[in-house]
């Protein structure tokens, strides 16, 4: 009985609209499903991976925008090894470029890798490969010649020789090493994700929060769920119950340098209860949480897949300040618009009152929290030179985007 390559990586972050930015946005994958978090329906669960969800393309985000940030070290995964097709690391300098993500090159085992962080500090890596079949969605610019394919390895930081124990005792023999990294394959897989190495010079321990990969998902078979009970019970370890997550059925324990596993089963899988074209687009209350009051749920800041240009860091991290922040860009605009008018047009008695009115509500918004957004704005007079401080005659143009 051995396991099927990588099932699904979970990671938390801050913010789950900068997570969005950078995944979708920038790195192209789908958004393939909105959820909430299983165990705390305070939490959105959101996961990304290639046009039909695949398993082995699998991120999964716990957005946590008032936690710390976390320590990377000892008894997590430390690097994610994305696939990407041949000759397209080109396109992904230009982009990582364009989106001002800093990034450099390594070489391991012979093959160059591009390696850059995330905004929370997650180590990616793509690595071109003629492994896995392409990956059909488009967004934003990547197209499916240059599309992320899957998840090819994860680098372990896993500081007890037993871990290679483990990993053998569930299906993975050693492959090659070298100075830095040791690496094992799984033998009997063909799909992405069947790559697992350990990161020998190691490091402290690691402490999970904001910026740390929270625990890796690797497959089993539906069939053979209550069987790795009792396999992982006789190598020492502590599985939890058998879960039901709704997508597949899963297990949970840390193995002996403990990182969180978590053993998933491949089905029924991400589209259960969307489409290929639907996945991402629904929220999807996981049923246990489904009688809850809907006031729960109404704390949860709105999450947009959208087309962007470059990564922002968002200010809000609740309902008041998000609302508070787009109460302030709604005022912005219709300043503008009226600025605009004025010049052109000129404004009625109406649309002068109501200018006095936004005014005063633009520096009461920005005096009832979103001072820290002021920096942002560019206050610029009529003859387009910028002025210091808050409006006085001119136009207001904002930076938001
Ligand atoms: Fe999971």
């Given at each position: 009985?051995?396991?099927?390559?990588?099932?699904?990586?979970?990671?938390?972050?801050?913010?789950?609209?900068?997570?969005?930015?950078?995944?979708?946005?920038?790195?192209?994958?789908?958004?393939?499903?909105?959820?909430?978090?299983?165990?705390?329906?305070?939490?959105?669960?959101?996961?990304?991976?290639?046009?039909?969800?695949?398993?082995?393309?699998?991120?999964?985000?716990?957005?946590?925008?008032?936690?710390?940030?976390?320590?990377?070290?000892?008894?997590?995964?430390?690097?994610?090894?994305?696939?990407?097709?041949?000759?397209?690391?080109?396109?992904?300098?230009?982009?990582?470029?364009?989106?001002?993500?800093?990034?450099?090159?390594?070489?391991?085992?012979?093959?160059?890798?591009?390696?850059?962080?995330?905004?929370?500090?997650?180590?990616?890596?793509?690595?071109?490969?003629?492994?896995?079949?392409?990956?059909?969605?488009?967004?934003?610019?990547?197209?499916?010649?240059?599309?992320?394919?899957?998840?090819?390895?994860?680098?372990?930081?896993?500081?007890?020789?037993?871990?290679?124990?483990?990993?053998?005792?569930?299906?993975?023999?050693?492959?090659?090493?070298?100075s830095l990294y040791k690496r094992y394959k799984l033998e009997t897989s063909d799909v992405l994700g069947r790559y697992i190495?350990?990161?020998?010079?190691?490091?402290?321990?690691?402490?999970?929060?904001?910026?740390?990969?929270?625990?890796?998902?690797?497959?089993?078979?539906?069939?053979?769920?209550?069987?790795?009970?009792?396999?992982?019970?006789?190598?020492?370890?502590?599985?939890?119950?058998?879960?039901?997550?709704?997508?597949f059925r899963s297990m949970y324990f840390k193995e002996f340098s403990n990182i969180l596993i978590e053993l998933a089963t491949?089905?029924?899988?991400?589209?259960?209860?969307?489409?290929?074209?639907?996945?991402?687009?629904?929220?999807?209350?996981?049923?246990?949480?489904?009688?809850?009051?809907?006031?729960?749920?109404?704390?949860l800041m709105p999450l947009e897949v959208k087309e962007v240009t470059k990564l922002t860091k968002y200010d809000y991290i609740?309902?008041?300040?998000?609302?508070?922040?787009?109460?302030?860009?709604?005022?912005?605009?219709?300043?503008?618009?009226?600025?605009?008018?004025?010049?052109?047009?000129?404004?009625?008695?109406?649309?002068?009152?109501?200018?006095?009115?936004?005014?005063?509500?633009?520096?009461?918004?920005?005096?009832?929290?979103?001072?820290?957004?002021?920096?942002?704005?560019?206050?610029?007079?009529?003859?387009?030179?910028?002025?210091?401080?808050?409006?006085?005659?001119?136009?207001?143009?904002?930076?938001?985007?």
């Amino acid at each position: 009985m051995k396991t099927h390559g990588i099932h699904h990586i979970s990671m938390i972050s801050r913010h789950g609209q900068e997570v969005i930015d950078f995944y979708s946005g920038l790195l192209g994958l789908k958004l393939v499903k909105k959820t909430l978090n299983f165990d705390n329906p305070n939490q959105y669960h959101i996961t990304f991976g290639t046009n039909e969800a695949e398993l082995g393309s699998l991120l999964t985000f716990f957005p946590h925008p008032k936690a710390k940030p976390g320590i990377q070290g000892d008894g997590q995964v430390r690097t994610i090894t994305l696939a990407v097709p041949e000759n397209s690391f080109k396109f992904w300098q230009n982009r990582l470029t364009k989106f001002e993500v800093s990034y450099s090159i390594i070489r391991k085992f012979n093959q160059n890798y591009l390696t850059f962080k995330d905004l929370d500090g997650i180590e990616i890596e793509l690595l071109e490969t003629n492994e896995g079949k392409p990956n059909i969605f488009e967004f934003n610019g990547v197209t499916k010649e240059v599309a992320v394919k899957g998840i090819y390895n994860v680098v372990l930081n896993a500081s007890n020789p037993k871990t290679e124990d483990f990993l053998k005792a569930i299906g993975y023999q050693f492959e090659q090493e070298s100075s830095l990294y040791k690496r094992y394959k799984l033998e009997t897989s063909d799909v992405l994700g069947r790559y697992i190495e350990i990161y020998k010079p190691g490091e402290d321990q690691g402490n999970n929060s904001i910026g740390t990969v929270h625990h890796l998902a690797l497959t089993v078979l539906e069939k053979e769920i209550e069987a790795w009970d009792k396999k992982i019970r006789a190598l020492g370890l502590l599985p939890s119950e058998i879960k039901d997550r709704k997508y597949f059925r899963s297990m949970y324990f840390k193995e002996f340098s403990n990182i969180l596993i978590e053993l998933a089963t491949e089905k029924p899988g991400m589209t259960e209860d969307e489409s290929v074209s639907e996945l991402g687009t629904n929220f999807l209350i996981p049923p246990h949480f489904k009688n809850l009051p809907k006031e729960t749920f109404d704390h949860l800041m709105p999450l947009e897949v959208k087309e962007v240009t470059k990564l922002t860091k968002y200010d809000y991290i609740d309902m008041e300040s998000y609302k508070s922040s787009h109460r302030h860009r709604d005022i912005l605009n219709e300043i503008n618009l009226l600025a605009r008018k004025a010049k052109t047009e000129g404004l009625t008695e109406a649309e002068l009152e109501r200018r006095a009115i936004l005014r005063k509500e633009y520096v009461a918004s920005v005096t009832g929290g979103v001072r820290n957004m002021v920096e942002k704005v560019k206050l610029v007079d009529e003859e387009g030179n910028e002025e210091e401080g808050f409006i006085k005659k001119g136009k207001v143009v904002e930076t938001w985007n």
